[in-house]
């Protein structure tokens, strides 16, 4: 009976450590910034989102699905060693980006955590 009993409690313990485990992939596009209305968005209407924020493409939006959700991005090549800083930003996805098929149009405050604005376009990987 122990022997049984303890299986149970291994069996659980696995299942509990898989459900927990989150699976992450990071995808690579274009990020550029530009002027994101914190006050007037696709997703959120007149709701104020912060300064954080990003646009993206249609590839992205599927349906405003995305909406809402966080986006972590790093710079990974803005041309040249100095473009790209070494930290990475999270930003809430507020707006569709009409001009845009696969990239993330970044607020100016959240484009200058990860890249220099001088560059204004850089490759970047990001995850949900």
């Not at 122990?2 to 699976?23: T, Y």
């Not at 930003?91 to 993330?104: A, M, P, R, T, Y």
């Not at 959240?110 to 560059?119: E, G, K, L, N, Q």
């Amino acid at each position: 009976m122990d022997q049984k009993r303890n299986n149970v409690i291994v069996v659980v313990a696995v299942l509990a450590m898989l459900c927990s485990l989150s699976l992450v992939f990071a995808v690579e596009t274009e990020a550029t910034y530009g002027y994101l209305s914190h006050t007037q968005s696709e997703c959120f209407g007149s709701t104020d989102k912060g300064t954080l924020i990003a646009a993206v493409g249609h590839s992205i939006w599927n349906n405003k699905a995305i909406c809402g959700q966080k986006l972590k991005v790093r710079c990974i090549n803005g041309g040249d060693s100095q473009s790209c800083k070494s930290s990475s930003v999270t930003v809430e996805v507020v707006d569709l980006c009409k001009g845009c098929d696969d990239s993330i149009v970044l607020s100016e405050e959240a484009f200058d955590i990860i890249a220099s604005i001088d560059v204004g376009r850089v490759k970047v990987e990001y995850e949900l």
